[in-house]
Every structure is written in structure tokens, then in C-alpha cells.
T-cell receptor
Framework: DQQVKQNSPSLSVQEGRISILNCDYTNSMFDYFLWYKKYPAEGPTFLIS?????DKNEDGRFTVFLNKSAKHLSLHIVPSQPGDSAVYFCAALTGTASKLTFGTGTRLQVTL | KAGVTQTPRYLIKTRGQQVTLSCSPISGHRSVSWYQQTPGQGLQFLFE???????NKGNFPGRFSGRQFSNSRSEMNVSTLELGDSALYLC?????????????FGPGTRLLVL
């Protein structure tokens, strides 16, 4: 049972444009969400997180939006850069924060 | 500051064997978590250790175990290996306990079970 879903396995965006990566979840007990970026042959790198008491969190070019009623979050990267090409994972935590549940990842390719 | 290191980086084992993977956290970090990444299941949380005690655990069978030493270094053991255990095993460290803490991942150990 995949409680965190990233339905787009891949996404291609032109340099300078906006990249939007989506994530849906089914467990209403999730109240904290994180995005990680992963390059080949490296471990994931934390990007940005959001608590369920917020609907938006921004950090430089990265913004995460949370729509609790739709159980949906998205990561916006503006402007996209070639170095952003990587696999992006969303992850979720319940209130007890005892188990981190990941999505299956979206491979982003930023083209010139 | 040196990052999270994992040894070995690559490992080949046969079914039924056991394996021990090692993780050295960033200096000063006291929490270590372990994850399994497979093409089919994605990234899955195994367990978290803090102060030599397992604090949180994912949904894996008892064949998967771990421990943490007083210097925060951690080992993960998988006994009676199965073909499905072939995966990239990642460890991550954070300053303190809790999965909301920013975790820093190592490069992983790629295990192949034949």
C-alpha cells in the first residue's frame, strides 16, 4: 500500500522555466512533509520541508505547497537550472514522527 | 567536516548468508537511520538509532537488525539473505533524535544477493 505517491516518474523542463513536482498521500495522520534530491551514486540531500500547519514554505528557488484537503503537495523550482537534474523524493511523517514514508521519486531533467 | 561514510560500498553475497554494513555519522551527530532503496519499492525506512538504542522501526522482518555504538557509529545486519534483499542501503545521520531533524545521507552500500 503506497501511502505516498509520486505519479510522474519523470519530468523534462527547459532551463529557466518552472519545474513542478507533485506528490499525493493517503494517510491523513501525516503532518510533516519533506523533499529530498538525489544524484546518481550519491545519497539523498534534504531540500525543504513543511509542517501541516502551513500551506507554503519557501527557500530560495524552492517552494513547497501543501493542500491538506486534497492530500497533495508540490515542489516548485523557479528558475530551473541544469544542476537541478536529479531524482526528487517526497517523504511524510506522522505526528509521532516514528517512521518516514517516501514516494517512489520523480526524475527531473532540465534541458538547455 | 567529513560527511557520512558507509562501508563497504559494494557487496556480493549468496542466499542464506548474512551481511553486516557499517555507517559512520558526521562528527557530533548522535542519530543514525537506515533505509533500503529498491527499484520496485523505492526508499523505505528501516530503523533509527539514538544513544545506542533503537528509537523507531519500519516494517521490515526481524532478519534486519542494527546496533549503535557509544561513538554513534552504527551497523546494520541482515541474516539469511534473500534475493529480494538486493538493494542500495543508505544510512543518514542527524544531530539529535527524531525524523524531523535534517538528515544527511551517506552514498550507500549496494548489496547484490545471488
Amino acid at each position: 500500500d503506497q501511502q505516498v505517491k509520486q505519479n510522474s516518474p519523470s519530468l523534462s523542463v527547459q532551463e529557466g522555466r518552472i519545474s513542478i513536482l507533485n506528490c499525493d498521500y493517503t494517510n491523513s495522520m501525516f503532518d510533516y512533509f519533506l523533499w529530498y534530491k538525489k544524484y546518481p551514486a550519491e545519497g539523498p540531500t534534504f531540500l525543504i520541508s513543511i509542517s501541516s500547519i502551513k500551506d507554503k514554505n519557501e527557500d530560495g528557488r524552492f517552494t513547497v505547497f501543501l493542500n491538506k484537503s486534497a492530500k497533495h503537495l508540490s515542489l516548485h523550482i523557479v528558475p530551473s537550472q541544469p544542476g537541478d537534474s536529479a531524482v526528487y523524493f517526497c517523504a511524510a511523517l506522522t505526528g509521532t514522527a516514528s517512521k518516514l514514508t517516501f514516494g517512489t521519486g520523480t526524475r527531473l531533467q532540465v534541458t538547455l | 567536516k567529513a560527511g557520512v561514510t558507509q562501508t563497504p560500498r559494494y557487496l556480493i553475497k549468496t542466499r542464506g548468508q548474512q551481511v553486516t554494513l557499517s555507517c559512520s555519522p558526521i562528527s557530533g551527530h548522535r542519530s543514525v537511520s537506515w533505509y533500503q532503496q529498491t527499484p520496485g519499492q523505492g526508499l523505505q525506512f528501516l530503523f533509527e538509532y539514538f544513544s545506542e538504542t533503537q528509537r523507531n522501526k519500519g516494517n521490515f522482518p526481524g532478519r534486519f537488525s542494527g546496533r549503535q555504538f557509544s561513538n554513534s557509529r552504527s551497523e546494520m545486519n541482515v541474516s539469511t539473505l534473500e534475493l529480494g534483499d538486493s538493494a542500495l542501503y543508505l544510512c543518514a545521520s542527524s544531530l539529535t533524535m527524531g525524523l524531523k531533524e535534517t538528515q544527511y545521507f551517506g552514498p550507500g552500500t549496494r548489496l547484490l544477493v545471488l
